[in-house]
């Protein structure tokens, strides 16, 4: 079966521009998980979707950034304005429930903002 | 909230030598500890998982243990092959009003010689 599709592969902005980066769960996974990895460093928690209810948004840097999982299955990451130090590869991940359920992650976008 | 530390940040080792990657975690409450391998222009893959009602699990080359009262859990892959190369993450879930959420480690990142 398909694994957890991201979309962009490679994002390159300009400074100041938006940004909408795509997932596409793994069907039927309830859980969907947004996370930051910066060149070096371990994923960083961005947020947290149940179905369509965004649960937990606390790793979201700023007010920049923006998810939605209106249906409770694709989901958008959106970064307003952005600027060099949004540049980091962005990893979705989905799990069939919530808690202690296998984490499934795609192979991320990289954002590249110059 | 959960932090988790991991160490070392490099480990280099002889094909059929054995590795050993160690986290530690500071929330008592976590009951989920997965590990995770990651290549080079990937997302991380999950290689083994442990729940914090057993002490250990193997499974083939891989084991993995966990010490509760030390808080601290351990990743041993023994036998090491080149393919065995690659950048490995420890996680802790992180419990909290709004479910749970992983919390990485820093990153192993593991050399295998011919």
């Known amino acids: 079966g398909a694994g957890v599709s991201q979309s962009p592969r490679y994002k390159v902005a300009k400074r100041g521009q938006d940004v909408a980066l795509r997932c596409d769960p793994i069907s039927g996974h309830v859980s969907l998980f947004w996370y930051q990895q910066a060149l070096g460093q371990g994923p960083e928690f961005l947020t947290y979707?149940?179905?369509?209810?965004?649960?937990?948004k606390s790793g979201l840097p700023s007010d920049r950034f923006f998810a939605e999982r209106p249906e409770g299955s694709v989901s958008t990451l959106k970064i307003q304005r952005t600027q060099q130090e949004d540049s980091a590869v962005y990893l979705c991940?989905?799990?069939?429930?919530?808690?202690?359920?296998?984490?499934?992650f795609g192979n991320g976008t990289r954002l590249t903002v110059t | 909230g959960e932090n988790v530390e991991q160490h070392p940040s490099t480990l280099s080792v002889q094909e059929g030598d054995s590795a050993v990657i160690k986290c530690t975690y500071s929330?008592?409450?976590?009951?989920?500890f997965p590990w995770y391998k990651q290549e080079l222009g990937k997302g991380p893959q999950l290689i083994i998982d442990i729940r914090s009602n057993v002490g250990e699990k193997k499974d083939q080359r891989i084991a993995v243990t966990l010490n509760k009262t030390a808080k601290h859990f351990s990743l041993h892959i023994t036998e090491t092959q080149p393919e065995d190369s690659a950048v490995y993450f420890c996680?802790?879930?992180?419990?909290?009003?709004?479910?749970?959420?992983?919390?990485f480690g820093q990153g192993t990142e593991l050399s295998v010689k011919p």
């Open positions: 929330d008592s409450a976590s009951n989920y």
């Open positions: 991940a989905s799990s069939l429930v919530q808690g202690n359920s296998p984490l499934h």
């Open positions: 996680a802790a879930l992180s419990l909290g009003n709004q479910g749970g959420k992983l919390i």
């Open positions: 979707f149940q179905n369509e209810a965004q649960l937990d």
